[in-house]
């Protein structure tokens, strides 16, 4: 069964270090959305890509975030400098398109990331 | 701005006792709403969906849901709990005209044997 991957599973880094994710929708999927889901708390939308196109990157923090999907298929979330308030789990998720509420989201298994 | 409270940020039940899970959404012409599971240290997994039509919703392990457009609610229910039931549970709602997700706090349902 096709899953989404991501790298690490587990990140651990000292404040104002880089840090970055990687993850792998599922095969053909044109939208890749990277979550950020703290501790106690629901997920929240960073980023949604349509193919290569940034669609939504309104609660992305961009003094220090940045995301980028290339050629559409793989993407990667860094951080730069990482800050204590960045330790969470960030979740990536993939569907084949963005407007059909028909189109479901499939999360990968997420990167807990520890800032000390 | 479209939002999801989900009142019960723990919920404890007993091995084969029924449970409820409630979740309530801020008003909209039209939504789409979900549940979601997840196990520790895994992402989510889709338990089940309402688009349209029936406003009862089955999912997958024996949850279902209803719709109530009166009171803004999509209430997750499942009539005898397991073991391997014990998640966060997250209520998520999008506005029928975006496709954006905006996910509740989550509730932690929590099985005693």
């Known amino acids: 069964e096709a899953e989404v991957a991501q790298s690490p599973r587990y990140k651990i880094t000292e404040k104002s270090q880089a840090v970055a994710f990687w993850c792998d929708p599922i095969?053909?999927?044109?939208?890749l959305y990277w979550y950020r889901q703290i501790l106690g708390q629901g997920p929240e939308l960073l980023v949604q890509?349509?193919?290569?196109?940034?669609?939504?990157d309104s609660q992305l923090p961009k003094d220090r975030f940045s995301a980028e999907r290339l050629k559409g298929v793989d993407s990667t979330l860094k951080i730069q400098p990482a800050e204590l308030g960045d330790s969470a789990m960030y979740l990536c998720?993939?569907?084949?398109?963005?407007?059909?509420?028909?189109?479901?989201?499939?999360f990968g298994p997420g990167t807990r990331l520890t800032v000390l | 701005a479209q939002s999801v409270t989900q009142l019960d940020s723990q919920v404890p039940v007993f091995e084969e006792a029924p449970v409820e899970l409630r979740c309530n959404y801020s008003?909209?012409?039209?939504?789409?709403l979900f549940w979601y599971v997840q196990y520790p240290n895994q992402g989510l997994q889709l338990l089940l969906k309402?688009?349209?039509?029936?406003?009862l919703v089955k999912g997958i392990n024996g949850f279902e849901a209803e719709f109530n457009k009166s009171q803004t609610s999509f209430h997750l229910r499942k009539p005898s709990v397991h073991i391997s039931d014990t998640a966060e549970y997250f209520c998520?709602?999008?506005?029928?005209?975006?496709?954006?997700?905006?996910f509740g706090s989550g509730t932690r349902l929590s099985i005693r044997p």
């Open positions: 998720a993939s569907s084949l398109t963005s407007g059909d509420a028909y189109n479901e989201q499939f």
């Open positions: 095969s053909g999927h044109a939208t």
């Open positions: 890509f349509q193919d290569e196109s940034v669609v939504d």
């Open positions: 008003s909209s012409v039209s939504v789409y």
């Open positions: 309402y688009l349209s039509g029936s406003t």
């Open positions: 998520a709602v999008r506005d029928s005209s975006a496709s954006k997700i905006i």
